[in-house]
């Protein structure tokens, strides 16, 4: 097959599934296109099946806000028609699926083809920017009109039914995971760098929205240095960081505290990690915690959105309501008190992973993808 991927080329969840649900299919034999506004962060490899095309969005003074929608739309037609594409699958509702919509219809006026658009969910574009009254009317219109719409976890399945008038069927394909790529070896001096003498490793990664509540990682760390030695990985950025930053100054904790900035290469650094904290007050899925689980680290996370999905209490980690700091430092405490217990959950959270492997979900996009690609271009059994 020929399939158009849509998405946000960022460090972003819906970004990184896009990209890497990209290069998997391309490894299967199909022809994956690109298009978007700059190279997808996890486009690191070549491949003679992968193809990018950028967005370029023209500026002129009349313009303060460049119309990107509408480059984009122009774009998927350029990319539908010289490239013969069998589908476009995009990523993340706003703008990508009403700009699919403008496209399907350009292309099925220029050469009668009825281009099939499949729409995946991610959370925020229904949880946070689809719900605003700006947005509202063309998110519900644009998900309506996809051919197939997918959500990546069944919370985010039903918050899209309360938030809009959907009136096709929703089906959920959970986020997947690389296993073989972040179930490495730890890399000893890489550890020894960051923990010299051998102190615990716990790790957040995120884009340091407000919604993530990075504030209170620092303060579980804080609680957790008290009891023991350990260090604290806090990897991306956002407009919290500084604040977290001074946090971690104010707490006295800063020296065992590393901001480490984007990363790409996360499974070095999950490899090496024993608790992976995530506090955010909603996640629809938490891809971020199933590749820490992959890597055999232990999830203490909120018992918010999706998480509950993936994190099962008391075996793959421990879950606590939003803003219990103290519940999530107790948990932690007491997992590191406990080698034993604490080696059982990492083997634990690997296990769940596996259930996510992106070889058990690809097969279910590609039966998706069948259903509406031209016959002679399936080749899906």
Same mark, same amino acid.
């Given at each position: 097959?020929?399939?158009?991927?849509?998405?946000?080329?960022?460090?972003?969840?819906?970004?990184?599934?896009? /990209?890497?649900?990209?290069?998997? #299919?391309?490894? $299967?034999?199909?022809?994956?296109?690109? *298009? +978007?506004?700059?190279?997808? %962060?996890?486009?690191?490899?070549?491949?003679?099946?992968?193809?990018?095309?950028?967005?370029?969005?023209?500026?002129?003074?009349?313009?303060?806000?460049?119309?990107?929608?509408?480059?984009?739309?122009?774009?998927?037609?350029?990319?539908?028609?010289?490239?013969?594409?069998?589908?476009?699958?995009?990523?993340?509702?706003?703008?990508?699926?009403?700009?699919?919509?403008?496209?399907?219809?350009?292309?099925?006026?220029?050469?009668?083809?009825?281009?099939?658009?499949?729409?995946?969910?991610?959370?925020?574009?229904?949880?946070?920017?689809?719900?605003?009254?700006?947005?509202?009317?063309?998110?519900?219109?644009?998900?309506?009109?996809?051919?197939?719409? /997918?959500?990546?976890?069944?919370? #985010?399945?039903? $918050?899209?039914?309360?938030?809009?008038? *959907? +009136?096709?069927?929703?089906? %959920?394909?959970?986020?997947?995971?690389?296993?073989?790529?972040?179930?490495?070896?730890?890399?000893?001096?890489?550890?020894?760098?960051?923990?010299?003498?051998?102190?615990?490793?716990?790790?957040?990664?995120?884009?340091?929205?407000?919604?993530?509540?990075?504030?209170?990682?620092?303060?579980?760390?804080?609680?957790?240095?008290?009891?023991?030695?350990?260090?604290?990985?806090?990897?991306?950025?956002?407009?919290?960081?500084?604040?977290?930053?001074?946090?971690?100054?104010?707490?006295?904790?800063?020296?065992?505290?590393?901001?480490?900035?984007?990363?790409?290469?996360?499974?070095?650094?999950?490899?090496?990690?024993?608790?992976?904290?995530?506090?955010?007050?909603?996640?629809?899925?938490? #891809?971020?915690?199933?590749?820490?689980?992959?890597?055999?680290?232990?999830?203490?996370?909120?018992?918010?959105?999706?998480?509950?999905?993936?994190?099962?209490?008391?075996?793959?980690?421990?879950?606590?309501?939003?803003?219990?700091?103290?519940?999530?430092?107790?948990?932690?405490?007491?997992?590191?008190?406990?080698?034993?217990?604490?080696?059982?959950?990492?083997?634990?959270?690997?296990?769940?992973?596996?259930?996510?492997?992106?070889?058990?979900?690809?097969?279910?996009?590609?039966?998706?993808?069948?259903?509406?690609?031209?016959?002679?271009?399936?080749?899906?059994?």
């Amino acid at each position: 097959m020929r399939i158009g991927i849509v998405c946000y080329p960022t460090f972003g969840g819906s970004g990184v599934l896009a /990209t890497e649900l990209g290069k998997a #299919l391309a490894d $299967e034999g199909h022809q994956v296109h690109f *298009i +978007t506004y700059q190279q997808p %962060v996890r486009l690191n490899v070549f491949n003679a099946n992968i193809f990018y095309h950028e967005v370029r969005v023209p500026t002129y003074p009349l313009f303060d806000y460049p119309p990107y929608e509408v480059a984009l739309a122009s774009t998927m037609v350029d990319v539908i028609v010289n490239h013969d594409l069998d589908l476009l699958h995009v990523h993340y509702a706003i703008p990508h699926a009403s700009a699919a919509y403008l496209a399907k219809q350009i292309v099925k006026q220029k050469n009668g083809r009825d281009i099939p658009v499949i729409t995946t969910l991610h959370g925020t574009d229904i949880t946070l920017v689809g719900r605003d009254k700006t947005y509202e009317p063309v998110v519900t219109f644009s998900i309506n009109e996809s051919d197939a719409i /997918t959500a990546v976890s069944e919370n #985010l399945r039903e $918050e899209t039914y309360k938030s809009f008038a *959907i +009136t096709k069927n929703i089906e %959920v394909i959970h986020n997947f995971v690389d296993v073989t790529r972040f179930n490495k070896k730890p890399i000893d001096a890489f550890r020894k760098v960051i923990a010299p003498n051998g102190e615990k490793i716990l790790i957040h990664a995120s884009n340091f929205r407000k919604v993530k509540r990075v504030d209170d990682v620092v303060k579980v760390f804080a609680a957790v240095r008290k009891e023991m030695p350990a260090k604290l990985l806090m990897v991306g950025d956002g407009p919290e960081r500084p604040a977290t930053e001074e946090l971690a100054r104010r707490l006295g904790v800063d020296e065992d505290v590393r901001f480490l900035g984007k990363q790409e290469q996360m499974e070095d650094i999950l490899a090496v990690s024993d608790i992976f904290i995530l506090p955010s007050e909603y996640e629809s899925f938490g #891809l971020a915690a199933l590749e820490a689980m992959a890597a055999k680290a232990v999830v203490i996370s909120t018992n918010a959105g999706g998480l509950s999905e993936i994190n099962i209490q008391n075996e793959t980690g421990f879950m606590t309501n939003v803003g219990d700091v103290e519940a999530m430092s107790r948990f932690t405490i007491e997992l590191l008190r406990d080698e034993s217990r604490l080696s059982t959950m990492k083997e634990k959270a690997y296990e769940q992973a596996c259930r996510f492997d992106i070889r058990n979900i690809i097969p279910v996009y590609e039966k998706l993808y069948s259903r509406y690609c031209r016959m002679e271009m399936c080749g899906i059994d």
